[in-house]
């Protein structure tokens, strides 16, 4: 199993970014997908979760400016992330966790930079 990440970047305040976690070697609806984000110095934090039957959570900070995402047929998750602050600099990783078993999966993270 590999999960990659990518679409992170430099952006300005204000601006708009989408990361793409493309999984290979499982079956994604068998899957719950999430997005974290680690911060220099900080903790990782939960910023986005979403089942297969569409449930979605997120963390309080990211609520009405993120949305995640996921095409089972293309074993791909999404997160978009709009409005960004220099609060959302961080590495984000996508997480994949299996409902009926033991997998549970990380990417290698992506880092997102926000200016002021």
């Known amino acids: 199993v590999q999960l990659l990440d990518s679409g992170g970047g430099l952006v300005q305040a204000g601006g708009s970014l989408t990361l793409s976690c493309a999984a290979s070697?499982?079956?994604?609806?068998?899957?719950?997908t999430a997005w974290y984000r680690q911060a220099p110095l900080k903790e990782r934090e939960l910023v986005a979760w979403r089942n297969n039957p569409g449930a979605t959570r997120y963390a309080d900070a990211v609520k009405g400016r993120f949305t995640i995402s996921r095409d089972n047929a293309k074993s791909t998750v999404y997160l978009q992330m709009n409005s960004l602050s220099p609060d959302d600099t961080a590495v984000y990783y996508c997480?994949?966790?299996?409902?009926?078993?033991?997998?549970?999966?990380w990417g290698q993270g992506t880092q997102v930079t926000v200016s002021p």
């Open positions: 070697g499982l079956r994604l609806s068998m899957y719950d």
């Open positions: 997480k994949m966790t299996e409902r009926m078993g033991h997998g549970n999966y």
